[in-house]
């Protein structure tokens, strides 16, 4: 049943017009991106010639390139995953959901990967992106792998976050906006580590950004990787607790 539901999740996302213009405007700005870095690595070529261990094109090219798509993915991930549960509950379906004979675990998760099917298909169109490059020049697939590693689980966690909030509220804007604050607060939280002290050092832990930089650097990191499925698991927790305290007063 959970496949069920994602299917209808993502067939649902598939019918509004809403999902195939961000899927196309998302993937020419990072397409417009990804020329600029090409031209910028063309343009550095003869003076990295010069330098010993000089950075490649993954440096260069595929790093920036990740980095820019996961602050645009922030930025549309609160108008995907607004409509996810909200929308149900404005239109007076959650009881019909509510009374089918599925858990509600299989119904949140179901919800959620239908969800974060749609930015795999979007992840999937920018990896051949930095994919194309290996027509023309050597690339560190290495650092690609780890990069697409690190894009996935912030797309994993923006959309567990989003579900959440979507959770809340009936109203598909209020989520929207909710999501996006909070989304951003997880990313520059990472600002309020730069003084120093032990607590900001603490709070600069929370931050997505700082577990995200050392993928894009080829560096893997178990505890990277532990954070985000941390984030991932615990907002599905608490969104499916969310469901059953709804479903009580139906």
Known sequence: MI???????????????????ILAVT?????????TQIETYISLQPRLAALEGAPGVADIVVAPLLADAAVILLLITPLITMRT???ERRNRTLSLLFSAPVSMT??????????LAFFLILLGLLALMPLSLLAGTELDTGK????????????????????YMSSLTEQPTVAAVTTFGLL???????WAGSSGTAGSSALAQLSMLRHYEPLL??????TDVAYYLLIITLFI???????DATRLQY
């Open 85 to 87: 549960i909200s929308e």
């Open 217 to 222: 650097k080829g560096l893997f990191n178990s």
């Open 184 to 190: 951003l607060l997880l990313w520059i939280v990472d």
């Open 144 to 163: 690609l792998a780890a990069g697409m590693l690190g894009l996935t689980l912030v797309v994993a966690a923006f959309s567990a976050i989003g579900l």
């Open 237 to 243: 927790g608490f969104t499916i607790r969310r469901m």
């Open 3 to 21: 496949f069920t539901i994602a299917g209808r999740e993502l067939r649902s996302l598939f019918l509004s017009p809403l999902a195939w213009s």
């Open 27 to 35: 993937l020419f700005i990072l397409a417009y991106l990804f020329l």
């Open 106 to 115: 299989e119904i949140v998760v179901g919800k959620y990967l239908g969800v």
